[in-house]
């Protein structure tokens, strides 16, 4: 492996590369890849020591996919496909980087990544058409083109509580989980938060922790992972597969392997719909959820009946029934927020090294040197950790300076929402793309990813044959497209709840109003949106 701070060095010249990446994590790598195949010099800025984004940053304990392995890796490449062998069907955090790792030296990948680069301010500069990028470090670099590969989820957030900086313990966020182990045998412990990553943590602290104090503030509803190994024989049949799971993956709603049953609620018995979620319940991954009735995230009597069967299993998993009530989410329904996979989470308050703290009922007042204090109580901790998410979608974008055609800042253009073009392309920001940005089809993450890579050498490709040197949204097509992604959201039950995928966080500023950030739309009907403005020969951007 190369030196991890090792990599090209600033360019000389007002565009000293075609293209600057911003991360390399799936998308950023596989962007490198695409772009060195039309001939660019590509250069890519990665504020870690080392490749893989999401599952670089996130070595929290119990972090895994939720999406089958082997729906989830790169399908670029048959020889990729052909060699590796995944070991489980949802891969855990060490497996995946290991993964990544791989790729990035099959591809010699790292020649082109300047590591422990974090990347401040982007601007575009009108009179060169090109971009002037600053890391953090003061070095500067300049590309004709910007492409941010940022990711939805990057951007940690800490809780607003008063002294977490005075607490004398150890204290860990998730997303930025220490390299070296963590040891939780015989320590007091606690956790902030029960999103996906709380939960996740909290299924492994508890095993060796000497006491865990879970600190809930909303509940959510999980459902179980059904996790198991993949030996040879059960690997060779997947890999010849693996064009139908690729094509699979393309078919479905959100390329999962699950799409919604087309069904409704109603259209079944009662004893047959009981039967079908038994099944979902007990099968792997998302299906439960992906795969439930078509009218599950619409219908509020549809919801509300799956939500009391998801309930009941919790109160048979959870043998106190107070606190089974508390691990019950009152505030919203099954699905409409996205769902954790679990092993084992519900039975964690079973054990008697395991306490539940409700903060919407004893707020926390304020972190202390020795622990943490609420309304009702204090306590003392060893240490303490923080699963309290993230700054979702646009606050990756808000943390680095990005300013466009004269001057005007993304954060600005995007106070009251994020306005997009196909959820690559703002108006007012030429030259640059954005790989996973706000209204794109998220889901199966890597899957959006390879189209939306695909689309952008694409679009690279007509570019230089042409050699236009400035491409942009129009205000237009800007407006069309994010109307297009609102309407799409009406009818929604999970638009009217506070969540990431609505924009809400309670821990940043000016974001405790819900607004659109995802395409709520199917991934087929993206992909056929993106294919028929590459068809028309791009006529919807201004091109010079």
């Not at 938060?193 to 492994?204: H, K, N, R």
């Not at 994020?418 to 996973?436: I, K, Q, W």
Request: charged share 25%.
């Amino acid at each position: 492996m190369a030196d991890p701070v090792a990599g090209p060095d600033a360019a000389a010249g007002p565009a000293g590369y075609d293209a600057i990446i911003i991360g390399a994590g799936i998308s950023g790598m596989y962007q490198l890849h695409r772009l060195r195949e039309l001939g660019m010099r590509v250069l890519v800025l990665e504020a870690g020591t080392g490749v893989g984004g999401t599952w670089y940053w996130n070595r929290y304990p119990g972090a895994r996919f939720d999406s089958e392995s082997y729906s989830y890796g790169y399908f670029f490449s048959k020889e990729l496909l052909a060699e590796w062998d995944w070991t489980e069907h949802f891969s855990p955090q060490p497996e995946t980087l290991r993964y990544l790792n791989h790729v990035a030296d099959r591809f010699d990948l790292r020649r082109d990544i300047r590591f422990q680069s974090r990347v401040a301010a982007a601007h575009y500069q009108d009179a060169t058409r090109d971009w002037d990028i600053t890391v953090e470090d003061g070095s500067r670099f300049r590309a004709r083109f910007l492409i941010t590969a940022i990711g939805p989820l990057s951007a940690p957030t800490m809780p607003r509580i008063p002294g977490v900086e005075t607490f004398q313990g150890e204290a860990y966020h998730t997303a930025r989980w220490p390299h070296a182990p963590v040891s939780f045998a015989g320590k007091r412990v606690a956790v902030i938060g029960t999103g996906a990553t709380g939960v996740q943590t909290i299924q492994e602290v508890a095993k060796t922790a000497g006491h865990l104090t879970v600190f809930q503030r909303t509940p959510n509803w999980c459902a179980p992972l059904h996790n198991s190994r993949i030996d040879a024989d059960e690997m060779a049949r997947i890999r010849a597969r693996y064009p139908e799971i690729y094509q699979r993956c393309q078919e479905t709603f959100a390329c999962f392997m699950h799409t919604p049953d087309p069904r409704g609620t109603f259209e079944v018995s009662e004893d047959a719909r009981e039967a079908f979620w038994e099944k979902l319940y007990a099968e792997p991954g998302f299906g439960i959820w992906q795969g439930n009735f078509r009218d599950m995230l619409t219908d509020r009597k549809a919801n509300a009946l799956v939500s009391d069967f998801v309930a009941r299993k919790i109160r048979q998993r959870v043998k106190d029934p107070a606190v089974a009530e508390k691990l019950i989410p009152k505030n919203h329904g099954f699905g409409t927020r996205r769902v954790p996979l679990e092993t084992r989470y519900y039975e964690v308050y079973n054990q008697d090294n395991v306490t539940l703290v409700d903060i919407s009922e004893t707020p926390i007042e304020r972190i202390t040197p020795t622990g943490i204090r609420t309304s009702g109580a204090e306590y003392a901790f060893d240490l303490i950790v923080y699963a309290t998410g993230f700054d979702a979608v646009t606050g990756s974008f808000d943390r680095i300076d990005i300013t466009g055609a004269g001057g005007k800042r993304l954060k600005d253009r995007w106070k009251q929402g994020p306005e997009t073009y196909l959820g690559v392309m703002v108006d007012g920001f030429p030259n640059m793309m954005m790989l996973m940005g706000p209204h794109m089809a998220l889901g199966n993450i890597p899957r959006s990813i390879e189209h939306n890579v695909e689309w952008v050498t694409d679009l690279m490709r007509h570019l230089r044959s042409r050699g236009v040197t400035r491409v942009e949204a129009t205000p237009a097509g800007v407006t069309a497209w994010t109307d297009h992604v609102k309407s799409l959201g009406v009818g929604l039950l999970s638009n009217e709840v506070n969540s990431w995928m609505t924009g809400v966080n309670s821990n940043v500023d000016g974001k405790q109003v819900r607004i659109i950030n995802r395409y709520s739309g199917s991934a087929p009907a993206y992909r056929a949106k993106c294919a028929e403005v590459a068809a028309g020969g791009y006529r919807d951007l201004a091109l010079a």
